[in-house]
């Protein structure tokens, strides 16, 4: 069974910082794409950043400059720090593993920047 599960949400004020995780079981993540997304209420599920099983990231251009996605295939793991958190980064935060024939979501994890 094919489990992602996040890590590291929270409650931060603006300007924070928090390293979100997400750790793959019963698959070998290196063999694929990985990616960040976050959907806002009332808004759609969009990508944030992601990561080609080559090492190649991405970013959407409101995030450049402030998360980095980053992988460490050892522990079958895929990160996003964020840096200069801002209050319309508020949303849940889902990690995402596909290939041609298979797509993969986690669970979500709740990150909120308020002050």
């Known amino acids: 069974q094919v489990q992602l599960v996040e890590s590291g949400g929270g409650l931060v004020q603006p300007g924070g910082s928090l390293r979100l995780s997400c750790a793959a079981s019963?698959?070998?993540?290196?063999?694929?794409?990985r990616g960040w997304y976050r959907q806002a209420p009332g808004k759609q599920r969009e990508l944030v950043a992601g990561?080609?099983?080559?090492?190649?990231?991405n970013y959407d251009d409101s995030v450049k400059g402030r998360f980095t996605i980053s992988r460490d295939n050892a522990k079958n793991t895929v990160y996003l720090q964020m840096n200069s958190l801002k209050p319309e980064d508020t949303a849940v935060y889902y990690c995402?593993?596909?290939?041609?024939?298979?797509?993969?979501w986690g669970q979500g994890t709740q990150v909120t920047v308020s002050s």
């Open positions: 995402n593993a596909h290939s041609r024939s298979s797509d993969y």
């Open positions: 990561i080609t099983n080559g090492g190649s990231t």
């Open positions: 019963g698959i070998i993540f290196r063999f694929y794409a």
